[in-house]
């Protein structure tokens, strides 16, 4: 036991060491965030901080892959395709890529990962499995792809996308623990701690940036861990889904929004419910905390699922339903809010981010008022 606690030890401080050393380098090679009018923040600040993530969570990986802690097949899935997905961020990060290219690197991930695993032809939604056949993997292709890029989406405020890493996983960790699974179990337990050692540096006011070098990675690496979950028998997929239910509700509500007013899904915008809420006044913090508060309901429903596994379907359901209510409930009270605030010529925090935020919003909803959209 101590032996296993002073490596996790090891992993938080492997992380935090890395990430200080990815700080000085993105400084000195001017790997940086300049503020603009689609930003949430206000100060310069040096990104590609998920690089220290991606480092220790894959040397970790192979550690315990060598002392048989979790098969071959699945190291070699999260490895290879984690890499892929690691490199293509980092070289955005410090350069910028265009989106057809990054788009082809998450495809060929997904199938790395896939072929690995052995393809996913089946689902267990509780009262009965699903199979899905060969159209089952085209449909987790997609998905690991829409998870990488969801995760980036939402990667827009200090400490959000740190929190909801480390909450997600150490209640998939508890839930794996809880079923048998281990080996699992402890690669989810070395992800949380190695994002820990990150967020020291990324908790509100950030001194560094995850970067999509982190985020993409979380990503994949969320999607891989939750398909293994589910061929082994072990925690449900839809599970999985439920534990990370508010970026997946955001950006997909967001993301369906933005095509029925059709925009540009490429081009940068603030009208994700946490970037509303950060505009309408909220700090980084209070936003990001409420999202931890939010993910420990997930977790207790999630456990509540898994014991009662006969009605596990409708309880995903039930709290997407009510995530989606909260989604558009939120949306509608702090766009009323930057619509009010902008129609007397009042800003609500002294940032021009917000000034923008707030035309940004009257333009969208003045456009659905009109029947426009």
């Known amino acids: 036991m101590t032996r296993v606690i002073l490596g996790l030890i090891i992993v938080v401080l492997a992380s935090y060491s890395l990430t200080t050393l990815v700080h000085f380098y993105a400084l000195k090679k001017n790997i940086l965030d300049i503020p603009n009018e689609r930003s949430s923040h206000s100060v310069v600040t040096p990104r590609g901080g998920g690089l220290a993530i991606a480092a220790t969570f894959i040397f970790s990986l192979v550690f315990i892959a060598a002392l048989g802690i979790v098969t071959v097949n699945v190291a070699v899935a999260l490895v290879g ?14 350069n910028s890529v265009s989106p057809g290219l990054r788009l082809v690197v998450h495809f060929l991930a997904a199938i790395w990962a896939l072929y690995w695993l052995g393809g996913f032809t089946r689902m267990d939604v509780g009262f009965t499995m699903v199979h899905l056949g060969w159209a089952g ?27 909801e890493a480390i909450s997600v996983a150490l209640g998939a960790g508890f839930l794996l623990f809880w079923g048998g699974s281990q080996g699992l179990a402890w690669v989810c337990i070395i992800l949380a701690l190695a994002v820990a050692g990150f967020l020291v540096w990324n908790w509100p006011p950030a001194q560094i940036f995850m970067g999509d070098v982190g985020s ?12 293994v979950s589910e ?23 967001t993301l369906f929004k933005r095509l029925a007013r059709g925009e540009k899904l490429s081009q940068p915008h603030k009208t994700h ?39 596990l379907l409708w309880i995903i359901l039930g709290a997407f339903i009510l995530l989606t209510m909260v989604h558009f409930m939120l ?41 426009d959209v």
């Open 81 to 94: 395709g984690g890499v892929l997905i690691a490199a293509i961020g980092w070289i955005d990060d410090k």
């Open 137 to 163: 993997s085209i449909i987790a292709a997609v998905g690991i792809v829409w998870l990488i890029n969801l995760y980036n989406f939402m990667d827009g405020i200090d400490g959000i996308a740190g929190i």
């Open 216 to 227: 993409g990675f979380l990503g994949y690496v969320f999607a891989v861990l939750a398909i």
């Open 231 to 253: 061929k082994s028998f072990s925690v449900p997929l839809i599970v999985w889904l439920m534990l990370l239910g508010v970026f997946i509700t955001d950006a997909t509500i």
């Open 273 to 311: 419910v946490y970037q509303l809420a950060v505009q309408a006044g909220y700090s980084h913090k209070q936003v990001t905390l409420a999202v931890l508060f939010i993910n420990i309901l997930l977790g207790a429903a999630a456990a509540g699922a898994i014991q009662y596994r006969g009605y």
């Open 331 to 371: 949306a509608h009270r702090f766009s009323s809010k930057l619509i009010a605030d902008y129609v007397v010529g009042r800003v609500v925090l002294n940032h021009l981010d917000v000034v923008v935020g707030q035309k940004e919003v009257a333009a969208v909803y003045e456009t659905e008022d009109s029947g």
